[in-house]
């Protein structure tokens, strides 16, 4: 890859998780961790001093959730006309409810911590690029609902 690194903000109120997933990143040469937060308040500050391109976002966190924190990450980018990071949910619950909220606040992905190192980094690098990611339990399901609500049921 060619051009200046992913830089990535990691949103965890656990202080292993956050390093652990810094360390992890940093095995890539196209990424760079330019900051850490342990709540959403933290957040949305160094998203606004650190201007990362994506943020690994924990959905429970004190305080400012993780939820709030998109929607005002992404609110406060679309005020200055600007793109601003993409969010990606890193979350150990997988709950449609957490699902929908994230995406209805502005995130580009969901995936759950239990992800491999490969499928982090394959994450990371497709919301970078503008596209979104969802975990593959995440997307059977979405797909159901729709396939159940719309009208007709088929083509």
Partial sequence: ???????????DDHLVVRTGFA?????QADFEVVGTAADGEETVRLCREAGPDVVLMDVRMPGT??????R?????????????????ILT??????????????????????????????????????????????????LISEFARLRPGGGG
């Fill in 65 to 70: 959730d993780g939820i709030e924190a998109t």
């Fill in 92 to 141: 150990t619950f997988d709950l449609d409810s957490y699902v929908y909220d994230a995406l209805s606040a502005g995130a580009s992905g969901f995936l759950l911590k239990d992800a491999t190192a490969e499928r982090l980094f394959e994450a990371v690098r497709v919301v970078a690029a503008g596209e979104a990611l969802l975990a593959p339990g995440v997307t059977r399901r």
């Fill in 72 to 88: 005002r990450v992404v609110a406060e980018a679309a005020a200055r006309g600007a793109q601003g990071p993409r969010i990606l």
């Fill in 1 to 11: 890859m060619s051009g200046a690194p992913i830089r990535i903000v990691i949103a």
């Fill in 23 to 27: 360390a992890l990143l940093a095995t």
